[in-house]
């Protein structure tokens, strides 16, 4: 892909035909032929013609009801929702955007709030957006494709949770979906019903997450997974195949108080939850050799579920990898590299359009610099993969 030293965490990406956009923290790119090559976009100009100043946490979709790029963007004050059609990213090379501001005042707020980890995804015929807001609280909110489409005033409605960081479900179908840990033995989902009004859910009791010792060393001796890392276990990947709903996290070796370690390094849980009968399925990847973290799923209307991750520590700097869960396992590396670190809150799987038999996986690691240049001794490599089956 490309090279840069700015922030290369939290990437997510979303294609469309030739049209691909991507970003992490604090860097955006449009690609009009596949990926071949990308133009920068700059989102704190996008901020700023807004009358806003950005911040951080960035997030990109590509939802087909609607026919269009969403692009949610954290500033100072707000949080943006931007809204572009195939068509425009392509002949704007992704620089023309409407743009809605969610502020304060848009959800009654006495006081500029600290909005938190953005996630989107979307169901038939309503995107969902998560969010936190300082305090430990989240909100779910859903907006009809009818009145994105339309792009003019917009009114949706939202629902807020006592939990944080809440994960929705792509691929939703009739209703939205969204999973959150209430603890390391129990995860919460809630369902949405697109004709309703009224939002449910239910706790559902899992075995307890390990969440002590998260750290494991690379060859060179460096630390992956530190406090450094943002890594915890929160849930950061569900998606919807079939009546199954599929929700993964990253998980430590050992459960609080306890003396022997569950697994050998830190590892990716997953639940497959019934949304029919509530029964929950329990599996994991893990490797005696190394670790597995930041894992983020999607699914297609094939039934096919993909996930993208992070791997590394003890003989193998970290890398990116891509692969499938339904059926048998089967998963790739896509870089290969003397590598520092890799992840952040998040990175994504999405499915591509409309090729659903593929997926797309935005990820990054950090290559050293040997030697340094101009002080800097690595260089982030954020990855944009296509892969399938």
């Given at each position: 892909m490309w090279h840069s030293r700015d922030d290369g965490w939290e990437t997510s990406a979303a294609q469309a035909?030739?049209?691909?956009?991507?970003?992490?923290?604090?860097?955006?790119?449009?690609?009009?032929?596949?990926?071949?090559?990308?133009?920068?976009?700059?989102?704190?100009?996008?901020?700023?013609s807004a009358?806003?100043?950005?911040?951080?946490?960035?997030?990109?979709?590509?939802?087909?009801?609607?026919?269009?790029?969403?692009?949610?963007?954290?500033?100072?004050?707000?949080?943006?929702?931007?809204?572009?059609?195939?068509?425009?990213?392509?002949?704007?090379?992704?620089?023309?955007?409407?743009?809605?501001?969610?502020?304060?005042?848009?959800?009654?707020?006495?006081?500029?709030?600290?909005?938190?980890?953005?996630?989107i995804s979307y169901g038939d015929d309503f995107l969902y957006l998560t969010f936190n807001v300082a305090g430990g609280n989240a909100f779910i909110c859903?907006?009809?494709?009818?009145?994105?489409?339309?792009?003019?005033?917009?009114?949706?409605?939202?629902f807020v949770a006592n939990n944080s960081y809440i994960c929705p479900c792509h691929m939703s179908g009739n209703r939205g979906l969204f999973v959150v840990q209430n603890n390391s033995s129990q995860l919460r989902l809630f369902s949405w019903m697109e004709n309703s009004n009224i939002i449910s859910w239910n706790d559902l009791n899992i075995e307890t997450i390990p969440t002590d010792d998260f750290e494991i060393r690379l060859p060179d001796n460096n630390v992956w997974l530190g406090p450094l890392s943002k890594?915890?276990?929160?849930?950061?990947?569900?998606?919807?195949?079939?009546?199954?709903?599929?929700?993964?996290?990253?998980?430590?070796?050992r459960v609080y108080n306890q003396h022997d370690n569950s697994f050998p390094h830190p590892h990716i849980g997953?639940?497959?939850?019934?949304?029919i009968s509530l029964k929950v399925e329990q599996r994991y990847l893990w490797n005696p050799e190394h670790a597995f973290?930041?894992?983020?799923?999607?699914?297609?209307?094939?039934?096919?579920?993909?996930?993208?991750?992070?791997w590394g520590g003890d003989r193998h700097y970290v890398q990116h990898?891509?692969?499938?869960?339904?059926?048998?396992?089967?998963?790739?590396?896509?870089?290969?590299?003397?590598?520092?670190?890799?992840?952040?809150?998040?990175?994504?799987?999405?499915?591509?359009?409309?090729?659903?038999?593929h997926f797309i996986g935005a990820g990054y690691n950090s290559p050293k610099l040997d030697p340094p240049v101009n002080g800097y001794t690595y260089e982030n490599h954020p990855r944009y993969v296509v892969f399938h089956r």
């Amino acid at each position: 892909m490309w090279h840069s030293r700015d922030d290369g965490w939290e990437t997510s990406a979303a294609q469309a035909f030739d049209n691909i956009f991507y970003t992490s923290n604090y860097l955006a790119a449009c690609s009009r032929d596949k990926g071949s090559t990308f133009q920068h976009v700059s989102p704190f100009k996008l901020a700023a013609s807004a009358g806003q100043t950005f911040c951080c946490d960035q997030v990109t979709e590509f939802v087909p009801g609607a026919n269009m790029f969403v692009w949610i963007l954290l500033t100072e004050t707000s949080m943006l929702m931007c809204l572009a059609t195939p068509d425009e990213l392509k002949s704007s090379k992704g620089k023309s955007w409407v743009v809605y501001s969610l502020d304060a005042a848009t959800f009654s707020f006495r006081e500029d709030p600290f909005f938190d980890y953005p996630q989107i995804s979307y169901g038939d015929d309503f995107l969902y957006l998560t969010f936190n807001v300082a305090g430990g609280n989240a909100f779910i909110c859903r907006f009809h494709y009818g009145q994105l489409r339309e792009r003019q005033t917009i009114n949706f409605q939202y629902f807020v949770a006592n939990n944080s960081y809440i994960c929705p479900c792509h691929m939703s179908g009739n209703r939205g979906l969204f999973v959150v840990q209430n603890n390391s033995s129990q995860l919460r989902l809630f369902s949405w019903m697109e004709n309703s009004n009224i939002i449910s859910w239910n706790d559902l009791n899992i075995e307890t997450i390990p969440t002590d010792d998260f750290e494991i060393r690379l060859p060179d001796n460096n630390v992956w997974l530190g406090p450094l890392s943002k890594i915890d276990t929160s849930v950061t990947g569900v998606t919807r195949e079939g009546n199954k709903v599929w929700a993964a996290w990253s998980g430590a070796r050992r459960v609080y108080n306890q003396h022997d370690n569950s697994f050998p390094h830190p590892h990716i849980g997953i639940a497959i939850i019934d949304i029919i009968s509530l029964k929950v399925e329990q599996r994991y990847l893990w490797n005696p050799e190394h670790a597995f973290a930041y894992p983020s799923l999607a699914s297609n209307p094939n039934g096919d579920v993909a996930i993208t991750f992070m791997w590394g520590g003890d003989r193998h700097y970290v890398q990116h990898g891509v692969g499938f869960l339904k059926g048998t396992t089967e998963l790739w590396s896509t870089t290969n590299s003397i590598a520092l670190t890799g992840g952040g809150h998040y990175i994504t799987a999405r499915m591509s359009y409309p090729e659903y038999r593929h997926f797309i996986g935005a990820g990054y690691n950090s290559p050293k610099l040997d030697p340094p240049v101009n002080g800097y001794t690595y260089e982030n490599h954020p990855r944009y993969v296509v892969f399938h089956r």
